[in-house]
């Protein structure tokens, strides 16, 4: 963006306020939506980065946010979007080999995080406030109703955090909802449609997902801390959130809770594959695992000043300093724990993944008993030897007549029966032949058992129940992950070669559904289905959310384990944790104690491990240099005020100049060396709590001063 001076007199308006201006006024230009604004309203927007220790305005376009002096930035965005393919992939070569890779976790970093991670039975785990942040389609979102059925029936209180048009279904398992910014069609839309092949094409897409960045951040930190019923107060105690919400480090940072990521595909660097949004033919081992950081570097490079602002101006937290300084490689540096929801019988866990990488298995949901199929659906059923099923779920194409005649073209060539989802994909022939039944919506754990091959287009959910109910599988991918999925089906023998869309003839498709249909690719099926339906991946996953928590530091130090009491007050003069209850019976006789809200990760303290701590402490530290060298200045001036003569004021200028910087570099080196501290909130104090009746029974009362004294006599010994 750049701010300049035009003579010319053309009237422009501007597109955010609607004001009339010419090019005399200053007026300013966003590289990337090419909008220009007046100056009133890109003014009010300014925030402040840090720039070697000087805190610089910027303003930011009210469009798309794009920060002011980021030209070089915003281009090398563009250079790497356009690089991109349409297919949703983007390519690495040798070149990129140059980059360091992280050694692999040592044998003593797993033995340790074992011992301090030991499997905990369920009811010892204290009554959590679990919020599960999910960006993505319905096949994103399923699985987590799974897994959410467990935390419940574990007595915790679980919150589902994702898009409006997941509301129904998500309430319909009885798990509470809460909604969060985005479309899934639109994300679908802008993943899919090949909008890449001009520079105006693509801006306007990235302009719009950058609007929706900005939302997410808000609404998902709504998601963690606003109450449903507005006469309960609620904040999470735990977070859960898929890598494409971008938010969970930073609001497990703000509340200090646990943070566990958790996705439907690989997102942890390794040396086995690339990752699954990268072109994989003759990747050497170095470039597998280089695949995954040039992916998180890149949504870092689009989505940086924008989380940066919301840190700063929302959450009231430090900005992570620059994309240079690791800002991509948060979750990695800082060891969050990932669980991952499909099956090693698929793709076993690399050996190159730390103890902190958990693969769990497939979070499958049974929703059969919630659905009755029409009439019309069972009597084709009914009428014939199985079906094939074509439907290709949450994708949005850019042209459904077209694929709506590749599959009636496929269907005739092959000449079987059918059933064709309409889905996102909104396939309507005109004319329905009778071999075929065009189906609106269906669950596919109730649809798949009585069809005999399935094509889709790749997603997770999909072929994970396809496989569960041993069905043949076709995939055509889309973007992304499909093609991953598709190769790995492929490579193991259990479905033909994926047709990707960008490449999909009625030939192609008609070919790989007879392959398909062979004996061996059914035996090699039903393999795969007998482990599938052996596992618990919801319990599992479950298990391993529970072993990642930091119970030292959640537990109430008083009540018994068995009590599921959750810490909420940390005390400073007793040095112990506080469930509500203890707290309210100890501190209303010791109403002069420091009580604080009680913090289960210090997140800013693992950044010990990362370099942005350091660059934290030295852009604040050279704030206050500049902050102490300029007030020096100031008092100089202000000290030569009424002093006669040009050699007494000139000595008193210097003298108050030495001692201003004196002062700056002396808070600086010391803010570096003895502090690198965290420049974020401190916790908050709690008010004394006010003398009162306590509703206690008498045994209570005596029971919790018995324990609260015994532990204050170990410590005073």
């Not at 966003?30 to 009133?40: E, H, I, L, T």
């Not at 992939?89 to 003593?108: G, R, W």
């Not at 599959?407 to 029966?417: A, F, H, N, S, Y």
């Not at 999925?485 to 007879?514: C, D, F, Y």
């Amino acid at each position: 963006m750049k701010q300049f001076f035009r003579s010319s007199s053309k009237v422009l308006e501007c597109p955010n306020c609607g004001v009339e201006f010419t090019k005399e006024i200053c007026r300013t230009t966003c590289n990337r939506c090419r909008n220009v604004f007046c100056k009133a309203c890109v003014e009010p927007n300014k925030v402040f980065l840090p720039l070697f220790g000087w805190r610089r305005a910027h303003c930011v376009c009210p469009n798309c946010y794009l920060i002011i002096s980021s030209q070089q930035q915003s281009q090398s965005d563009i250079k790497l979007f356009m690089d991109a393919v349409p297919d949703g992939l983007f390519t690495m070569s040798p070149n990129d080999e140059q980059q360091q890779i992280e050694e692999p976790p040592t044998d003593e970093e797993t033995v340790l995080w074992e011992q301090h991670h030991p499997t905990i039975a369920n009811h010892l785990i204290p009554k959590l406030r679990i919020v599960i942040i999910l960006v993505g389609s319905h096949g994103d979102v399923q699985p987590y109703i799974g897994l959410a059925k467990e935390l419940l029936a574990d007595g915790h209180h679980v919150r589902i955090a994702t898009h409006e048009h997941h509301r129904k279904f998500v309430l319909s398992h009885n798990v509470e909802y809460f909604p969060i910014a985005g479309d899934p069609a639109e994300l679908m839309e802008f993943m899919v449609e090949n909008q890449l092949n001009s520079v105006k094409g693509f801006t306007n897409k990235v302009t719009k997902h950058r609007q929706w960045v900005r939302e997410l951040c808000d609404s998902s930190w709504a998601a963690c801390t606003t109450a449903i019923n507005s006469h309960v107060n609620f904040q999470a105690d735990a977070i859960m959130a898929n890598p494409p919400s971008f938010v969970g480090v930073h609001l497990a940072e703000k509340l200090s809770v646990p943070l566990l990521m958790t996705f439907t595909m690989p997102w942890t660097p390794t040396t086995e594959f690339p990752s699954p949004f990268v072109k994989s033919p003759g990747m050497t081992p170095k470039l597998n695992y280089l695949s995954y950081s040039t992916l998180d570097r890149m949504i870092w490079l689009g989505i940086s000043d924008i989380v940066n602002s919301w840190r700063e101006e929302s959450l009231k937290i430090p900005p992570v300093r620059t994309y240079n300084f690791r800002g991509h490689k948060l979750l990695n540096d800082l060891k969050v724990p990932f669980v991952y929801c499909f099956s090693e019988a698929l793709l076993p866990k690399p050996k190159d993944w730390g103890p902190w990488a958990y693969v769990s298995g497939f979070y499958f949901l049974k929703s059969t008993q919630q659905w009755e199929p029409p009439e019309a659906l069972v009597q084709f059923l009914e009428a014939g030897p199985p079906p094939i099923f074509i439907g290709f779920g949450s994708i949005v194409v850019a042209d459904p007549e077209a694929l709506t005649r590749l599959v009636m073209r496929t269907i005739e060539i092959l000449g079987c029966r059918a059933i064709v989802q309409q889905g996102w994909a909104k396939i309507q022939p005109k004319k329905i032949p009778e071999n075929v039944f065009l189906l609106s919506a269906a669950p596919h754990d109730w649809l798949f058992p009585h069809v005999s091959v399935v094509v889709h287009h790749g997603g997770a959910g999909t072929t994970s129940t396809g496989l569960l109910f041993g069905r043949p599988t076709v995939i055509v991918p889309f973007f992304g992950d499909q093609f991953f999925w598709g190769a790995t089906l492929a490579r193991m023998g259990i479905a033909p070669n994926p047709v990707p869309h960008s490449q999909l003839t009625p030939e192609k498709l008609a070919h790989a559904i007879r392959f398909a249909s062979t004996p061996e690719i059914f035996r090699a099926t039903q393999l795969v289905q007998q482990r599938l339906s052996s596992e618990n991946g919801a319990r599992k996953g479950a298990e391993f959310f529970y072993r990642t928590l930091p119970l030292h530091s959640m537990r109430c130090s008083i009540c018994p384990s068995e009590a599921r009491a959750l810490a909420k007050v940390d005390c400073a003069e007793c040095k112990l944790l506080f469930c509500s209850d203890c707290d309210l019976i100890i501190h209303s006789t010791h109403v002069n104690h420091t009580r604080a809200e009680a913090k289960y990760i210090r997140w800013e303290e693992k950044r010990s491990l990362w370099f942005g701590k350091t660059a934290n402490a030295f852009a604040d530290g050279g704030s206050n240099l500049k902050s102490h060298v300029g007030e020096g200045w100031v008092n100089a001036v202000n000290a030569t005020q009424g002093i006669t003569g040009i050699v007494p004021g000139i000595l008193k200028f210097v003298e108050g100049v030495a001692v201003g910087t004196k002062e700056g570099v002396s808070t600086t080196v010391n803010g570096v060396l003895h502090g690198r501290e965290y420049t974020g909130e401190h916790a908050y104090v709690l008010p004394p709590i006010s003398p009162r009746k306590l509703e206690y029974t008498d045994e209570a009362l005596q029971q919790t001063w018995a324990i609260y004294d015994a532990l204050m006599d170990s410590k005073a010994k």
